[in-house]
């Protein structure tokens, strides 16, 4: 039950899973650092930043060689990961809950039959005393 209470509370100990480039490099501004008039409207994939179109061009920028999609791709990526991570967790939830109620099911039973052969050896000592 303890690893069943800890899987709900799974953003605390499963955090890792939700770290992507864009969650541990979010910019501090909408504009760009190297080119202050310049809106981040782009991602490189290789450095994990949020980037201009002037970082992206070719030949003086310093991401121009770089896998490069659009901020909006990037979302939509991370939406789907986490889609995924989600439905995942939520999977692995519900095996949890069938394991627990399978065990809560083996110790009710356990229990009975322990009443069970209490309540007859009870029986055979009371027949031996007569």
């Known amino acids: 039950e303890q690893q069943l209470k ?5 953003p605390h ?5 939700l770290k992507t480039p864009s969650t ?6 909408e504009y760009c650092s190297d080119h202050p008039t310049m809106k981040l409207v782009r991602f490189c994939k290789q450095c994990g930043v949020e980037v201009c179109k002037e970082c992206t ?19 939509s990526e991370e939406i789907r990961k986490l889609g995924e991570v989600t439905d995942s967790v939520a999977e692995l ?16 039973s356990v229990r009975n039959r322990k009443d069970d052969n209490i309540t007859a050896t009870r029986e055979i000592f009371a027949a031996l005393r007569i």
């Open 13 to 17: 100990s499963c955090g890792d899973l």
């Open 24 to 29: 541990r490099a979010a910019p501090i501004s």
């Open 93 to 108: 939830l519900e095996e949890m809950q069938r394991a627990v109620s399978g065990v809560k099911e083996m110790k009710q």
């Open 57 to 75: 061009r070719f030949p003086v920028g310093r991401h121009r060689l770089h896998e490069i999609i659009s901020s909006d791709k990037l979302i």
């Open 6 to 10: 800890e899987l709900i509370n799974w």
